[in-house]
């Protein structure tokens, strides 16, 4: 099916009472039972949701993959993560993740004596040499928070195979619309669907897809272990708004790319970076893996102060963590999303105190433009 197609139907299911085309939201905690041992594959809210699994079939088919397992946050499903190694293993990672990614990994799972390499992996060979024989997992997060940064995700499935590694993408600036890690051959991709694939900023979730049986048993196994389980309500309102994903996902990359051009072109930031400009390093990577260049557009104003002149002042720009919403939102990535990462590491990968995100949203790009415009005063 097209994906649109699927977006709208796949994984949902019609109310088996009344026919109800939208997939019921089965809030309940727990399963009336038969009689002892009898009962309808239901038992308890934790275990398994109606809802739940609607969401966790339309997710898995927009990745173009065989599972999805759904979780309460986006760092929720990345710990999860975790239960797919275990003391002694080693982990090689993207230097720029999302700082909250950071914080879990760097800082608290390394007590429990896993060891990461934070590496730069725009460069496949940074990868391969950061290879050692207790080696288990790549995970890559690309377009990179918030630096923009890409991964070649052809270069990782392969490595991952020669190596016998578990390959991870996080996908969630891209969303399944204009990017699926899977087709690459990486084995799981992660979501935080708080961002694009809910997309209405009142939702909090994640979710783990993967075709990878051994994996599926794995974080499923976790899911109901450890019992980060998303809410049914929530669920149900991230299948509300994946029915419409193409159609924002088209309209944040329409708005984006005006918007990115129009910083670029006004000269207001030292530097613009939106992997849709041809000044991107890696456009050309970019134009190969993903289908559009999305919604996520980053600047470095030069200096803290003249990135507060940007943040303070814009009025249609909410400035708020978080992104991939319908409204547009503004950060400052350092003292907000990647507060977590020490200073001398982030400023490693660009991370300067001038660096301004933007988040896209829906809205008319040309009164977006005209906010920063007026909150620069030109
Ligand atoms: C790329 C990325 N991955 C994961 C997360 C964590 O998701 P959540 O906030 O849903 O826990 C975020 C949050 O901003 C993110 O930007």
Redo the contacts with the bound molecule.
Sequence with gaps: MGFSTDAIHAGQISDPVTGAVITPLYQTSTYQQEELGKHKGYEYGRTQNRTREALEGNIAALEKGKHGIAFA????A?HALMSLVQSGDHIIISNN??G??YRLYELNMTKFGVEYSWVDTSDAKNIENAVKENTKMVFV?TPT?PMLVMTDLHRVAEICKKNNLIGIC?N??MSPYFQNPLSFGIDVV?H????FLNGHSDV???MIVTSNETVNERIRYIQNTAGGIPSPFDCWLVLRATKTLAVRMKQHDENARAFADFLDKSGVADKVVYPGLKSHPQHELAKKQMRGFVGMVTADFGSLDRAKKVLNNVKIFLLA???GGVESLICHPASM?HAAVPKEEREKFGLTDGIVRFSVGIEDVEDLIDDVKKALGI
């Design positions: 946050s986006g760092l929720a990345t993740v999302y909250g990614t997060e928070n996080d969630t600036f992660l935080s669907t708080t961002k909090i979730g994640g963590e978080s992104l999303t």
